[in-house]
Nanobody
Framework: QVQLVESGGGLVQAGGSLRLSCQSS????????MGWFRQAPGKEREFVAT????????YYADSVKGRFTISKDSAKNTVYLQMNSLKPEDAAVYYC????????????????????WGQGTQVTVSS
């Protein structure tokens, strides 16, 4: 089992930046894909970005491409989500997720492909 803890959320003005972190512990060696998802009130959880633990391939939702960057520090078992040029529509609870599978660009967007989830961190963007 892998435990995930997110941090870095908060309140930011539109156009600002935040960096989210996701610290992994436990059986991290069994994790091959890490992802970020978000969920706004009244909406379904949606894919944001994903990165493979080996090789580092990344995929992004079209809505964040060019503004958000996912990265990893394997030595620290930590995945980051750098969010720039934030918009009010980016406001949501952001969740980190881990999968035991090497996910492709399609499957990586599906919440059901992930085995472990963090508790989430709130991101609020004021206009």
């Amino acid at each position: 089992q892998v435990q995930l803890v997110e941090s870095g959320g908060g309140l930011v003005q539109a156009g600002g930046s935040l960096r989210l972190s996701c610290q992994s512990s436990g059986r991290t060696y069994s994790t091959y894909t890490m992802g970020w998802f978000r969920q706004a009130p009244g909406k379904e959880r949606e894919f944001v970005a994903t990165i493979r633990r080996i090789g580092g391939s990344t995929y992004y939702a079209d809505s964040v491409k060019g503004r958000f960057t996912i990265s990893k520090d394997s030595a620290k078992n930590t995945v980051y989500l750098q969010m720039n040029s934030l918009k009010p529509e980016d406001a949501a609870v952001y969740y980190c997720a881990a999968s035991r599978a090497v996910l492709g660009s399609g499957s990586a967007r599906q919440p059901g492909e992930y085995n472990s989830w963090g508790q989430g961190t709130q991101v609020t963007v004021s206009s």
